[in-house]
């Protein structure tokens, strides 16, 4: 029985993951546990929790292994510094210290951290190091329903890998081709991200949401995608790039792009944090949101070409473009595609355990009939009873349990029927940047009001971001053009035609916020600008009690979908624990809160009306 602990760490979105003969058995992100979003910590909880759940110590795991080689990191950092020189000395000063003080150690940091959690025999601990890429190939793959599979991986950058196109067989993966730092499809889009005033590794999402809104068919959008391909990208045909570094600044300065360089391409300045979003801001989210989609595209073709493999496994923080997904789904370049839903760093922990599992220990892999091992990516804590109640106790919060849970769900469809907006908590944390139906946010997806409720009152957020639907797995074609099955919320595909709105022949000419409130189907708060939805689909199998509620849900309304956003406020990881949930509860005008089978009522807790006594400031993402 092989047992080992998967980590990454030291960059961003630190986590753990243990695997026991294969079987991913826990896995966690560190940010549950501090509260600080994205944390690049080394992962202690997360690891405590891993070891805890599965009853071992670390002195009984048979390896350790780290999701990237740091020397191999230092190298790329050195040699760039080199070629760019005399440019990007601030850079260098303030990078390499760091690097000298604590990365190059990296086995020292790791025994250290290890430390922390319980004393062990560091001479019998087998340490191993992966690259990253493999690492998130591996996380792709192993985990993936397929015996054999072409393998794309594309993020910001590894260690000198910034995309990758491999090969997976058996329990073998082989890197077949590599595109290198400084050219990255991650990083393009992270510049984009940085320029039009969101957060640097954690504002792609809303940089995807916003593009929607551009005009695809003026003269300007179809100008700055020109204008993106003459001066800032070359795009080769297998899908490859080349950035023209005269742009950009993330190789050896302190931000991600020559600004004054940008405002002159493109005739405006960065937009500020929380800046005014204006239509050329739309345009321009368009713009790149298609150009990467392009790239996308053409590197699956390659991946094809040269595997001849009939399926797809995608990870990479490139691979959450969910748009990019469900076009490249669409295209049917492959029979279907399957990407880890925790396809950022997080999920290296997860790759890295397995690629020491199949190919250092050389172990046989085995798949189950037709389905993913990921669990639904239910694989962080659960909650008793009794710690629920030790919570509400300590808070004094007015609470009641609904014994049987068929009547729990019946009392949650009525209140979504009746507008209101409930917190939901059971079982696992979800694994990975999606919540998948344990740590939830739940509203009527028919409700036109839904989306600006949930946004401006819930999660304290910009107005335009869209929200995702929870839907039956046997109702999906019932509301949406999508063939296969999204358990991860992965992928985006249109609205039937049969539910949308008419819609005026001025609507693209409309303002933003014009747009936003026009009704456009009968799901209104889960359909996009453009007609589109980011689906999860709910499966009996992996998630009875959320696929139950939403089933009564639909006994009782006809409709068997819900709006399901994270349980969490803007800046803020999602909750892990009932005390996270009863906070985040009580700081926004959610009406209920669900955990286990306790229902608790806004108006009937103590001090209800008083939101800044239980107001947290997050570092805003």
């Not at 020491?356 to 962080?380: K, P």
Request: proline fraction near 4%.
């Amino acid at each position: 029985m092989k047992k080992i602990l998967g980590i990454s760490a030291f960059y961003h979105d630190s986590a753990a993951a243990l695997l026991i003969d294969g079987n991913i058995i826990a896995a966690a992100q560190e940010e549950r546990f501090t509260r600080q979003k994205h944390t690049p910590d080394f992962p202690l909880n997360a690891i405590k929790y891993c070891l805890e759940y599965s009853g071992y110590s670390i002195d009984e795991l048979d390896a350790v292994v780290f999701y990237d080689k740091p020397l191999l990191k230092f190298e790329r950092l050195l040699e760039t510094y080199y070629a760019f020189a005399p440019k990007g000395l601030v850079s260098f000063l303030t990078a390499i210290p760091v690097w000298i003080k604590e990365k190059m150690f990296l086995k020292k940091l790791l025994y250290e951290g290890l430390a922390q959690i319980e004393k062990y025999d560091k001479k019998n601990l087998k340490h191993l190091f992966t690259e990253h890429h493999l690492s998130h190939a591996a996380s792709a793959f192993y985990p993936s329903p397929y015996l054999e599979s072409a393998i794309l991986t594309i993020d910001g950058v590894g260690e000198w890998a910034t995309a990758s196109i491999c090969y997976g067989k058996d329990n073998k993966i082989k890197m077949l081709k590599e595109m290198r730092f400084p050219h990255s499809v991650g990083l393009l889009y992270t510049a984009f991200t940085y320029y039009l005033g969101f957060r640097v590794n954690s504002g792609e999402y809303k940089l995807m949401g916003l593009a929607p809104y551009g005009n695809r068919n003026s003269e300007q959008t179809n100008e700055f995608i020109r204008l993106i391909k003459k001066q800032l990208v070359s795009i080769k045909d297998d899908g490859s790039i080349w950035l023209n570094q005269n742009y950009f600044d993330y190789a050896t300065g302190l931000k991600m792009v020559k600004e004054k360089k940008w405002e002159k391409l493109f005739g405006f300045p960065v937009v500020k944090p929380d800046g005014k979003i204006e239509q050329k801001h739309c345009n321009l989210a368009y713009a790149i949101q298609n150009v990467t989609e392009e790239i996308v595209l053409k590197m699956a073709k390659e991946a094809k070409r040269i595997t001849g493999a009939h399926y797809l496994c995608l990870a990479g923080g490139v691979a959450l473009n969910c748009v990019a997904n469900g076009k490249l789904l669409k295209e049917n370049i492959f029979k279907d595609i399957f990407i880890q839903p925790a396809a950022g760093d997080a999920g290296g922990a997860i790759g890295a355990a397995q690629m020491a599992y199949y190919m250092y220990f050389e172990q046989v892999r085995t798949i189950a009939d037709g389905n993913d091992s990921m669990q639904g990516a239910y694989l962080g804590p659960d909650f008793s009873d009794k710690e629920a109640i030790q919570t509400f106790k300590k808070h004094k919060a007015v609470y009641y349990k609904v014994e049987n849970f068929t009547d729990l769900c019946s009392e949650v469809a009525n209140l979504l029927d009746g507008g209101n907006v409930v917190g939901w908590f059971q079982g696992r944390m979800e694994f990975g940047p999606r919540a998948l139906g344990n740590r939830s946010i739940l509203g009527d997806a028919r409700n036109a009001e839904m989306q600006k409720k949930l946004n401006l009152k819930i999660k304290y957020r910009e107005g335009f971001r869209p929200f995702a639907p929870s839907v039956l797995i046997e109702d999906s074609k019932d509301f949406f053009n999508l063939p296969v099955a999204s358990p991860y919320m992965l992928l985006i595909a249109d609205v039937n035609e049969e539910r949308r709105k008419h819609l005026p022949e001025n609507y693209q000419d409309l303002g933003l916020w014009e747009k936003l409130y026009f009704e456009r189907s009968d799901v209104q708060s889960i359909t996009h600008l453009d007609f589109s939805a980011r689906i999860q689909t709910v499966h009996k199998e992996t998630n009875p009690r959320y696929w139950q509620v939403i089933n009564t849900f639909k006994e009782k309304t006809g409709y068997g979908i819900v709006v399901n956003t994270s349980f969490n406020v803007r800046g803020e990881p999602i909750v892990c624990t009932p005390e996270d949930a009863y906070k985040c509860f009580m700081r926004t005008e959610m009406d209920f809160l669900v955990v286990n089978n306790f229902l608790l009522k806004k108006t009937d807790q103590p001090d209800w009306e008083n939101r800044e006594k239980w107001i947290v400031k997050f570092k805003l993402d």
